[in-house]
């Protein structure tokens, strides 16, 4: 089990630190919950992270967070397990003052200035913001492929079902 990750995002962002690690999807209790996790993964999902200060973005001191990883869930359509690769990448301006008018800008996320950050929970949190809600196979979804190919009408499929 990964202890916690206690940063002062401050300091790390100004004095540009970094940090690199993985560590076992377990670790995420909440996340984990929501995963098609079972005794027969061999190998287990590992989260990977990169945290990375950076003294001055936008004229704030920011972090930049990437998280990589493969997370087993359950096909909506075929209900086989399949993996959702997630490659994601934040950047948050820190800040102590609650509302300074650039907050409402969508594309920039506000961290605030915090001595003891979570960074466990900020990747779980992050995480499950990213998991789609009815993940289905893009492409050679077993349920699809009986079909020779052709995109099921979800109004159709919903009819069967009923009859
Ligand atoms: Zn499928």
């Known amino acids: 089990m990964m202890k916690p990750l206690i940063i002062n ?5 100004q004095e540009q630190q970094k940090l690199a690690d ?19 993964n061999t190998n287990p999902p590992t ?16 972090l930049h967070l990437r998280i990589k990883t493969k997370l087993p869930v359950i096909c909506q ?10 490659d994601l990448n934040f950047d948050y301006l820190i800040t102590d003052t609650a509302s300074n008018g650039i907050d409402e800008n969508d594309e920039i996320d506000w961290l605030e200035l915090n001595n003891e950050m979570d960074l466990l929970e900020l990747i779980e949190d992050e995480l499950l913001l990213a998991m ?32």
Request: net charge positive.
């Open 9 to 13: 995002n401050l300091e790390f962002a």
């Open 47 to 62: 989260i990977y992270f990169e945290l990375t200060g950076i003294s001055s973005q936008f004229s704030h001191p920011s």
């Open 22 to 40: 993985s560590f076992a999807v377990s670790s995420l209790k909440r996340l984990a919950e929501t995963l098609a996790l079972h005794d027969k």
């Open 77 to 86: 359509r075929c209900l086989s397990e399949m993996l959702i690769n997630l």
């Open 132 to 163: 789609p809600i009815a993940p289905v196979h893009e492409k050679n979804c077993s349920k699809l492929s009986m079909q020779s190919g052709e995109n099921p009408n979800p109004f159709a499929m919903l009819k069967g079902k009923f009859k």
